[in-house]
């Protein structure tokens, strides 16, 4: 079993930056690929990022490449999205999810387990 609490949302201008957090429980939590995901008002809930167990690979939505970075430190049981350039259809509550098994990233239904959200709102 594994609880998540994302953090780090907030009120900023376009072209600002945020840092979510997203922090995990549970032992095994180095074994998991964690995404993010987000949710608009009257939208589907968009991938966003993914990263591996390992680090070793990540993978991000088409209208955030280039901008947001997904790192994790396993010690600290954190993923981390570092969002730059922030434009107002960033807007939306961030969820972070992880799934233990599976080899997809970008399908919602592929992870297990969710947190709560955290809200980001870009004004222009």
């Known amino acids: 079993q594994v609880q998540l609490v994302e953090s780090g949302g907030g009120l900023v201008q376009a072209g600002d930056s945020l840092r979510l957090s997203c922090v995990a429980s549970?032992?095994?939590?180095?074994?998991?690929?964690v995404g993010w995901f987000r949710q608009a008002p009257g939208r589907e809930r968009e991938f966003v990022a993914a990263?591996?167990?390992?680090?070793?690979?990540?993978y991000y939505g088409d209208s955030v490449k280039g901008r947001f970075t997904i790192s994790r430190d396993n010690a600290k049981k954190t993923v981390y999205l570092q969002m730059n350039s922030l434009k107002p259809e960033d807007t939306a509550i961030y969820y972070c999810?992880?799934?233990?098994?599976?080899?997809?990233?970008?399908?919602?239904?592929?992870?297990?387990?969710w947190g709560q959200g955290t809200q980001v709102t870009v004004s222009s």
């Open positions: 999810s992880a799934r233990e098994y599976g080899t997809g990233y970008k399908d919602r239904s592929e992870y297990d387990y």
């Open positions: 549970g032992r095994t939590f180095s074994s998991y690929t």
């Open positions: 990263i591996s167990w390992s680090a070793s690979m990540t």
